[in-house]
Nanobody, 116 residues
Framework: QVQLVESGGALVQAGGSLRLSCATS????????MAWYRQAPGKQRDLVAT???????SYADPVKGRFTISRDNAKNTVYLQMNSLKPEDTAVYYC??????????WGQGTQVTVSS
């Protein structure tokens, strides 16, 4: 059974940084591109960043230049380094396959709250 476990969320002040981690089980990580998504209260879940198995990355416009997605293939883990955080980055962050998610792979997510 595939499990995606997100961690690293916290309450930070605007301008601060956080590093999110997503640990996976099973072999999905090694053969699939991965992504981070986020869902703010009352809004739809949006794609934030993707990374291919070869390390090619792409980002949503609101986070370009501030967020960096990476993966550690030996640890089956994908990361999201978030710098220069803004209050509008407040959301629950999830990892999944990307850019097309797998419906059954959603985890609990990790809460990121950015105070102004």
């Amino acid at each position: 059974q595939v499990q995606l476990v997100e961690s690293g969320g916290a309450l930070v002040q605007a301008g601060g940084s956080l590093r999110l981690s997503c640990a996976t089980s099973g072999r999905i990580f090694s053969i699939n591109p991965m992504a981070w998504y986020r869902q703010a209260p009352g809004k739809q879940r949006d794609l934030v960043a993707t990374i291919t198995t070869g390390g090619r990355t792409s980002y949503a416009d609101p986070v370009k230049g501030r967020f960096t997605i990476s993966r550690d293939n030996a640890k089956n883990t994908v990361y999201l380094q978030m710098n220069s955080l803004k209050p509008e980055d407040t959301a629950v962050y999830y990892c999944n396959l990307g850019p097309t998610f797998a419906r059954g792979y959603w985890g609990q997510g990790t809460q990121v709250t950015v105070s102004s």
